[in-house]
C-alpha cells in the first residue's frame, strides 16, 4: 500500500522559512517523480514543484526562486525548502506520486505565512 506523510508545516512570519518533509513507502521510490502541491481556503489544489526521478526539478513561476524541491532517493523522502515565504504562500501542502495508474496524496502539512 502507497502511503506518504507530509510534515514540516507551521506558522512562520513573512520572509521566513520552513522545509517540508513528505517520507514515502509502499512504491520503488527511486524511480517515481514526485510532486508538491499546495491548497489555499477556497481555491484549487495546484502544483508547486516537481522532481523526477532523475533529479530533474521544475518550478511554478510563482515559486521559483523562493523554493527548492529535493529528494533524498536513500531515506524515500521529498523535500521542500521554502525561503522568502509571503502571505499568500498559506495553504495545505501535499505531497504526490503517481504509481501504476493511480494518483496517491498524503494528508498534507499546514503552512501559515502570517505576522
Known amino acids: 500500500q502507497v502511503y506518504l506523510m507530509e510534515s514540516g508545516g507551521g506558522l512562520v512570519q513573512p520572509g521566513g522559512s520552513l522545509r517540508l518533509s513528505c517520507a514515502a513507502s509502499g512504491i520503488n521510490f527511486k524511480i517515481h517523480t514526485l510532486d508538491w502541491h499546495r491548497q489555499a481556503p477556497g481555491k484549487e489544489r495546484e502544483l508547486v514543484a516537481r522532481?523526477?526521478?532523475?533529479?530533474?526539478?521544475t518550478y511554478e513561476d510563482f515559486v521559483k526562486g523562493r523554493f527548492t524541491i529535493s529528494r533524498d532517493n536513500a531515506w524515500n523522502r521529498v523535500y521542500l525548502q521554502m525561503n522568502s515565504l509571503k502571505p499568500e504562500d498559506t495553504a495545505v501542502y501535499y505531497c504526490?506520486?503517481?504509481?501504476?495508474?493511480?494518483?496517491?496524496w498524503g494528508r498534507g502539512t499546514q503552512v501559515t505565512v502570517s505576522s
Open positions: 522532481i523526477s526521478s532523475s533529479g530533474t526539478t
Open positions: 504526490k506520486v503517481d504509481r501504476g495508474g493511480r494518483t496517491y
